[in-house]
């Protein structure tokens, strides 16, 4: 099935770090990339598994665990971003470009 209209590139925001996400042409898989402020770089795969009552769910494999979000009515903003090895008051933030 093709996921909804998920945009091109994430442009996510967690703590110190800022993640590019690159979606890889039509497919549900993003190549993303986290840098942190002294340079360090974090490279991972990002699986878009569901969206249902602005929940967004993704998967990343590196973790093995899901992140989740609210996605906007606009569908270009996901904000209080969870992810299942975040402390509780880690949260995370995206921005989409169609």
């Keep these: 099935t093709v996921p909804p209209d998920i945009g091109k590139v994430w442009h996510e925001k ?32 990002v699986i878009f598994e569901s969206v249902s009552d602005h929940e967004i769910v993704l998967f990343r494999k590196g973790t093995q665990g899901r992140d989740r979000g609210h996605l906007s009515d606009d569908g270009l903003k996901v904000d209080n971003g969870s992810a299942e090895w975040f402390a509780a008051t880690d949260s995370w933030s995206a921005t989409i470009e169609k």
């Design 14 to 45: 967690e703590g110190p770090w800022e993640g590019t996400w690159t979606r890889r042409g039509d497919t549900n898989v993003f190549d993303a990339v986290w840098k942190n402020p002294d340079g360090t770089e974090i490279r991972d795969e």
